[in-house]
């Protein structure tokens, strides 16, 4: 049986029973923290509660969850190695860059025919996380992920989408790619791994449910792509009956197999310092691990959704997206 890396190590497939494709633990910018969270950011708490949140979305029976923080919003693999060893949670974490506009410094002058002329930087660094490990961890990345988020993507963010695709080529890694659905960033992304020999079966556009757009939704998974159904809790961005009248929508269409769920939730945000605990529960009170397990399966299946339509979302799509590709080097 084929494995997928995890932070405690290799898993099999069959195992990773009920997943949510798009959840991080923590989302942060280091240098926010080391130098302004004194006040509101105490690792060991911070940890705990993880780590408590993690088993109470494992009591209600999810199994896995699929961690897409890279570089950009805060990847810190020792710290996850602390949690999931604290937690019978399967975590599968990733590589890549969360970059809207501007390319980091650290790769603007190294690569093809720039001031230090080598081969793509970041296809030779994400592509050492997912073969050797990150850094010293022993921690494997299984998949990759970019961002696309404005219309057009600047010079910089196409670099790194197409950088990614190499690696994927490289690797046979899968690719989560956060698009914009108000600007169907989702087409820019399947233009440009189309163009690089991504297989695009691999490929999971993130916050495609931000759209209600079925014309968009249904272009996007006849390509082959999945379709990320992950933001459930974030109303401010399409609210919660609407992501579900789509799926309903979608799923009644046959596209039950090219739709994962998920919240995009974390147990702490930064962007928010010391009002995070206070303006959460009244900005977004949904926006935690538990909701979809509570309240959207129920009223999925309350709209039509069948049990094997949310087993195909839940359990059957994220073991394919995982499944190493035939002739893929993973
Ligand atoms: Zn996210």
């Given at each position: 049986m084929a494995v997928v890396e995890t932070v405690r190590g290799p898993v099999d497939l069959?195992?990773?029973?009920?997943?949510?494709m798009h959840e991080h633990v923590f989302v942060l910018s280091t240098e926010h923290v080391q130098n302004y969270?004194?006040?509101?950011?105490?690792e060991e708490t911070m940890v705990a509660r993880a780590i408590d949140k993690l088993n109470a979305v494992y009591a209600k029976g999810i199994r896995t969850i699929v961690d897409p923080t890279v570089w950009g919003i805060g990847r810190d693999i020792p710290r996850m190695q602390r949690i999931a060893a604290q937690t019978q949670l399967n975590i599968i974490v990733a590589t890549g860059l969360y970059v809207y506009e501007e390319m980091p410094h650290q790769y603007?002058?190294?690569?093809?025919?720039?001031?230090?002329?080598?081969?793509?930087p970041m296809v030779t660094d994400f592509s050492r996380d997912i073969t050797q490990g990150i850094a010293d961890t022993g921690v494997k990345a299984a998949f990759l992920k970019c961002a696309l988020e404005t219309p057009e993507p600047t010079s910089g963010v196409e670099r790194i989408a197409r950088a990614i695709a190499r690696t994927h080529v490289e690797t046979g890694a899968p690719i989560t790619v956060h698009t914009s659905g108000p600007h169907q960033t989702g087409r820019i992304a399947v233009r440009i791994f189309r163009e690089e020999g991504v297989?695009?079966?691999?490929v999971m556009i993130g916050h495609?449910?931000?759209?209600?757009d079925l014309d968009y939704l249904t272009e996007l998974a006849d390509a082959g792509v999945l379709l990320?159904?992950?933001?459930?809790?974030?109303?401010?961005?399409?609210p919660g009956a609407e992501r579900i009248k789509t799926i309903v929508a979608l799923a009644s269409r046959g596209y039950a197999g090219s739709m994962v769920l998920a919240?995009?939730?974390?147990?702490?945000?930064?962007?928010?310092?010391?009002a995070h605990d206070q303006i959460r529960p009244v900005a977004a009170?949904?926006?935690?691990?538990e909701h979809i397990t509570d309240d959207v399966l129920p009223a999925l299946l309350a709209s039509g959704v069948t049990q094997d339509q949310i087993d195909t979302m839940m359990v059957e799509n994220p073991v394919r997206y995982f499944t190493p590709a035939k002739d893929g080097a993973s």
């Open positions: 069959g195992n990773l029973g009920q997943t949510l969270g004194s006040d509101w950011w105490d603007s002058y190294r690569g093809p025919g720039l001031l230090i002329d080598i081969p793509e297989d695009l079966s691999k495609a449910g931000d759209s209600n990320g159904m992950d933001r459930f809790g974030l109303d401010l961005f399409n919240h995009d939730a974390n147990c702490f945000i930064d962007w928010f310092g010391a009170p949904n926006w935690h691990y």
